[in-house]
C-alpha cells in the first residue's frame, strides 16, 4: 500500500516536469517565430531600398543616355 502515494507523488512531479518544459519550449519557439518574422521584416525593407535605388539608377542612365545623344 505504501507504493500507491509514492506512485501519485512520482506521477504529480512528472506532470508537473511535463508541463514547464512544454511552457518554456513553447515560449522558445515563440520567440524563434517572432525573431524570424522581424529578419523576414527587415528583408523586405532591405529589398525595397534595393528597388528604389536600381529604379534611380536606371532612370539616370535613360537621362544620361538621351542627354549624350542630344549633344553628339
Known amino acids: 500500500m505504501n507504493a500507491k ?13 511535463r ?6 519550449a513553447l515560449k522558445r519557439a515563440s520567440r524563434m517565430v517572432e525573431n524570424w518574422q522581424v529578419e523576414e521584416q527587415e528583408k523586405r525593407w532591405l529589398a525595397k531600398c534595393i528597388v528604389v535605388g536600381l ?17 553628339l
Open 55 to 71: 529604379l534611380i539608377a536606371l532612370v539616370f542612365a535613360v537621362l544620361l543616355g538621351t542627354a549624350l545623344k542630344l549633344h
Open 5 to 17: 502515494p509514492n506512485d501519485t507523488a512520482n506521477d504529480f512531479v512528472r506532470e508537473k516536469t
Open 19 to 24: 508541463r514547464i518544459v512544454g511552457h518554456a
